[in-house]
């Protein structure tokens, strides 16, 4: 695969570790499959309801990461009226809601500003990217100065809980990521079932398949209702939860019978399929890998994924940030995710469909000597959109030159405990490690009150 643009900070092995796999490794569809048949065998044993395919509609999300840290002032919290080193090359330009403004780089996401809201007075004091980003990610603070021997408990990503919420649903996975996982995009303590379904490859290729969700080569449409058959083929595919140490007992009933719904799901089929979507709606997003991401998430959220995350890394602008926000890069974004916003409106879905744009934190006030900007978790700007969220808003505000969020401050555990809330999970209940440790899933979030009017 191509570069994903990481950040400055790399992926370090300490990372790696204290993360945990569940963190940083990607299931395959069989593997996800593998973990939670087991999970939801014991859950029907001990008299847990798991989720049905009638079960009325949810909330679903779909969250685009945008990995390093974007630009407040070059997206949704332009100043115009600060210094010329603070307010940068771009100028501020209308939206579709009189009195919004939002810099001249994103003119496509200024046009939807009626389907969405900004939140501009997100902040932390997380600095670094593997800090914030697992804020943001997960809605706990790293558990930092990290003792050398110390027991460290991790916090399970967003996509993960609500993976552990929801179960299964029509054998579709409730978590998927998209081309890779975040660094505190896994499930942690909540274990390998519980990790997303990665999606990788180049969606805007004509070549582009979703591994585990094809027939194995040896398997004709005609032999693969010979469930004997079926089940020699799925048991050749590589298991990559078998090197967690912490995989359960599996129940292999289960797993054979979820492969094999999978492989002949023509629900399944359909919604990993780009090329059913008419050649005007793929337009709509943009003809790059990243938009039809965006669009790929649309279809999985359609069918009833929980869970999706786009992962766009390339946001750490240390260096030539206005030449960057000039090219393909921004443009892609700006393009892709007002595509996913109307797109999502015009087909009825946006109320049961969050949609989130965000990184790890904002940058800094002053531009450096290299024409770009530093990290800067003290303001920082969050598109919401979908889920019931009031439209055309913006919600708190940083002061006059973009330094600090000052008016109705939010913090990452507020927007984490709004998030569950608006997907239906209790953000007051308390989850267990693997050891019996209790962790509060959000520990003293208030509810960002804007988003819920």
């Not at 996800?32 to 009325?56: C, D, E, F, K, N």
């Not at 303590?189 to 027939?215: I, K, Q």
């Amino acid at each position: 695969m191509a570069s994903l643009r990481h950040n400055c900070a790399g992926m370090p092995r300490r990372d790696f570790i204290q993360l945990g796999l569940g963190g940083m490794l990607g299931l395959g569809f069989a593997d996800v499959m593998r973990l939670q048949a087991a999970t939801r065998t014991h859950a029907v044993a001990a008299g847990i309801p798991t989720i049905a395919p009638s079960q009325a509609k949810a909330t679903n999300c779909i969250l685009v990461w945008l990995d390093g840290g974007p630009s407040h002032y070059e997206t949704f919290d332009p100043k115009p009226d600060a210094p010329s080193g603070i307010r940068g090359d771009f100028k501020d330009i209308a939206t579709a809601v009189p009195g919004i403004r939002f810099s001249e780089a994103v003119p496509e996401l200024a046009k939807v500003a009626d389907k969405l809201s900004i939140i501009r007075s997100i902040c932390h004091r997380d600095p670094n990217h593997g800090g914030g980003n697992h804020y943001m990610m997960t809605g706990a603070p790293t558990p930092v100065p990290v003792a050398c021997g110390a027991s460290v408990t991790f916090h399970p990503s967003f996509g993960s809980v609500v993976s552990s919420s929801r179960g299964l649903r029509d054998g579709l996975p409730s978590y998927v990521s998209m081309p890779q996982v975040s660094r505190s995009g896994g499930p942690n303590f909540l274990g390998g079932r519980h990790a997303p379904f990665v999606v990788d490859g180049y969606p805007n290729s004509e070549a582009f398949r979703v591994r585990d969700v094809v027939l194995p080569s040896d398997v004709s449409d005609g032999r693969a209702a010979d469930r004997r058959v079926l089940r020699a083929s799925l048991d050749r595919m590589e298991r990559h939860t078998e090197r967690i140490a912490e995989d359960p007992a599996v129940s292999f009933d289960e797993y054979y019978q979820q492969g094999t719904e999978l492989l002949l799901s023509p629900k399944a089929q359909a919604a990993f399929d780009l090329k059913r979507e008419e050649k005007s709606v793929r337009e709509l997003y943009g003809r790059n890998d990243f938009a039809q991401r965006l669009l790929l998430a649309r279809r999985l959220v359609e069918v009833g994924v929980s869970f999706v995350t786009v992962y766009y890394g390339g946001w750490d602008h240390h260096t030539k940030l206005f030449e960057a926000f000039k090219g393909d890069h921004v443009r892609n974004l700006d393009r892709g995710v007002a595509g996913l916003i109307r797109d999502l409106d015009s087909r009825g879905l946006l109320d049961n469909t969050m949609v989130l744009v965000l990184g790890e934190f904002g940058r800094t006030p002053k531009v450096n000597k290299d024409a770009g900007r530093d990290h800067w978790p003290h303001a920082m700007s969050v598109l919401v959109a979908g889920g019931r969220t009031p439209r055309g808003a913006v919600i708190g505000a940083t002061d006059a030159k973009g330094y600090q969020a000052a008016e109705n401050v939010y913090r990452p555990e507020d927007f984490a405990a709004s998030l569950y809330t608006k997907l239906g999970i209790d953000p007051n209940q308390v989850l267990h490690t693997n050891t019996g440790r209790p962790v509060s899933l959000v520990n003293n979030g208030r509810l960002i009150k804007e988003l819920f009017a």
